[in-house]
């Protein structure tokens, strides 16, 4: 089955740096990548995604990309802020429908 | 319009007791999945429902452990004889599996304690 790693496990930036996350997965059949943020205490949220025709997406400070051959995507947030601290998961879903999270990167914005 | 709703929010339950959990997912949404997060940890998959399909039971991590989903709706799951490793926050979501919508929308989740 699917098995996806997501590095670091932890990440301290200075606000208003750069952070990126990366995942890898192993079945080449999955072909829609999320990622979610979760703050303490509260449910994991959607803040963007990916499918598999597409190499990367852009939604304001936050951008996705997908390396389809390598079998890894990235998330990149720009010009962070403290509000952006929080655990970050990737996932991905395959032919099944079934998504397969990522252990989680615990992102903290100092200032 | 109304979100995933899950109840109870906290449940406190003795060590070798059952216990149900509740997920009201967003009307109209055909996928329904149960998740388990431990504390500090990721989204462990449990099952997975889709229509009027067998449901996905790949995550049950026992037999103490089931999954039901009435008139595609809601859905409750069930612990058996519950133990301490049960402990965790359990999370569902649904999502609108049509037209390649895939997100998924998560509920508040149900933290359970067992002593």
């Known amino acids: 089955g699917e098995n996806v790693e997501q590095h670091p496990s932890t990440l301290s930036v200075q606000e208003g740096d750069s952070a990126v996350i990366k995942c890898t997965y192993s079945?080449?059949?999955?072909?829609?990548f999320p990622w979610y943020k979760q703050e303490l205490g509260k449910r994991p949220q959607l803040i963007i995604d990916?499918?598999?025709?597409?190499g990367e997406k852009k939604d304001q400070r936050i951008a996705v990309t997908l390396n389809k051959t390598a079998k890894h995507f990235s998330l990149h947030i720009t010009e962070t802020q403290p509000e952006d601290s929080a655990v970050y998961f990737c996932?991905?879903?395959?032919?099944?429908?079934?998504?397969?999270f990522g252990p989680g990167t615990r992102l903290s914005v100092l200032p | 319009g109304a979100g995933v709703s899950q109840s109870p929010s906290n449940k406190v339950t003795e060590k070798g007791k059952d216990v149900e959990l509740r997920c009201d997912p967003i009307?109209?949404?055909?996928?329904l999945y149960w998740y388990r997060q431990s504390l500090g940890q990721g989204l462990e998959f449990l099952i997975y429902?889709?229509?009027?399909?067998?449901?996905?039971k790949s995550g049950l991590p026992s037999d103490r452990f089931s999954a039901e989903r009435t008139g595609g709706s809601v859905s409750t799951l069930t612990i058996q004889r519950t133990q301490q490793e049960d402990s965790a926050v359990y999370l569902c979501?649904?999502?609108?599996?049509?037209?390649?919508?895939?997100?998924?929308?998560f509920g508040p989740g149900t933290r359970l304690t067992v002593t």
């Open positions: 979501a649904s999502s609108l599996v049509a037209g390649g919508k895939n997100e998924q929308y």
């Open positions: 429902f889709q229509g009027n399909s067998a449901p996905d």
């Open positions: 009307s109209g949404h055909t996928a």
């Open positions: 990916i499918r598999s025709n597409v």
């Open positions: 079945d080449s059949a999955s072909n829609y």
């Open positions: 996932a991905a879903r395959g032919l099944g429908q079934n998504f397969v």
